[in-house]
């Protein structure tokens, strides 16, 4: 599909072919139709030798499908693991769009996928907030990761502090 498309994609592909095709010389070139409503990105692989490696196409079709499968693709699966794909396509088509650039960027799938459900817990259910905690994986190894999901407005740390303590953080 085209919206899968970007310069950034098709730059990560041209890499991925010349490091399986082991040469520098990768073109691209991409293909709109206006009466469609898909991309088609065409490339070219040349060797200054004349002799390209053999690949095996099967484990490249399959490093090129990972690489065009975007974040929500990923959260997706994390979420259809728990609530079934159509489930888990409902609730990725109402939030992904909520969720801006930069928490895809830094936020694991399957941990917006624990987001999702907080938040989904709090639409549906009359608490004011909701906590959640998962352990997720930091430069240090595994960490506590404590989110607060809340209606409205901010909370101020000072107030929120004893509510942790009641839980047992310190």
């Known amino acids: ?24 010389h990768v073109e691209s070139h991409l293909v709109l139709a206006e009466d469609s409503a898909h991309a088609r990105l065409h490339f070219s692989v040349h060797s200054p030798a004349g002799d ?6 099967r484990e490249l079709e399959r490093e090129v499908k990972r690489h065009t499968r975007t974040w929500d693709d990923a959260v997706t699966d994390a979420l259809a693991a728990r609530h079934g794909t159509a489930e888990a396509r409902g609730l990725v088509s109402r939030w992904g769009p909520r969720f801006p ?6 936020t694991e799938p399957s941990l917006a996928a624990h ?26 190894g595994t ?13 101020p740390l000072s107030e929120f502090l004893p509510n942790l303590e009641m839980l047992g953080l310190r």
């Open 143 to 155: 960490m506590t990761r404590l989110t607060l999901y809340k209606r409205g407005g901010k909370v």
């Open 1 to 24: 599909p085209a919206e899968r498309y970007s310069p950034r994609l098709a730059e990560r592909l041209e890499h991925l072919l010349a490091e399986r095709y082991e040469t520098g």
């Open 52 to 57: 390209l490696p053999e690949v095996d196409l």
């Open 115 to 140: 987001d999702i459900d907080n938040l989904e817990r709090l639409e549906r259910g009359d608490e004011q907030f909701v906590v959640g905690l998962q352990n997720a994986a930091g430069k240090s």
């Open 101 to 106: 650039e930069f928490y895809k960027v830094a």
